[in-house]
């Protein structure tokens, strides 16, 4: 069964770091893009950013362009995204997901498998 797993978010005053972690286990993930994507309250749920395990190739929201990046470890199968210069604008939970039908997504709906999200909010 796979499983994911964030952590790292909380409250942060606007201008801070976060770094999210997004920890996967239940089958090999080398083939697999894993996406950050984001849902404020009666909002829809936005991409952020996006990664290939197997090759690293990255992609982001023009929102988060140039202040986030997604990184990896392979070795603790796990997923990162590095959220520097927050904004009030990036308050919502945060959800890391996983699929292996297509190159990176921005799509949400292609994601297979979904973590159970961490809130981030941004104080002005």
């Known amino acids: 069964q796979v499983q994911l797993v964030e952590s790292g978010g909380g409250l942060v005053q606007a201008g801070g770091s976060l770094r999210l972690s997004c920890a996967a286990s239940?089958?090999?993930?080398?083939?697999?893009?894993m996406g950050w994507f984001r849902q404020a309250p009666g909002k829809e749920r936005e991409f952020v950013a996006a990664?290939?395990?197997?090759?690293?190739?990255?992609d982001y929201a023009d929102s988060v362009k140039g202040r986030f990046t997604v990184s990896r470890d392979n070795a603790k199968n796990t997923v990162y995204l590095q959220m520097n210069s927050l904004k009030p604008e990036d308050t919502a939970v945060y959800f890391c997901?996983?699929?292996?039908?297509?190159?990176?997504?921005?799509?949400?709906?292609?994601?297979?498998?979904w973590g159970q999200g961490t809130q981030v909010t941004v104080s002005s």
């Open positions: 239940g089958r090999t993930f080398s083939t697999y893009s």
């Open positions: 990664m290939s395990w197997r090759d690293g190739t990255t």
């Open positions: 997901g996983a699929q292996n039908l297509y190159g990176i997504s921005r799509i949400a709906g292609l994601y297979l498998y």
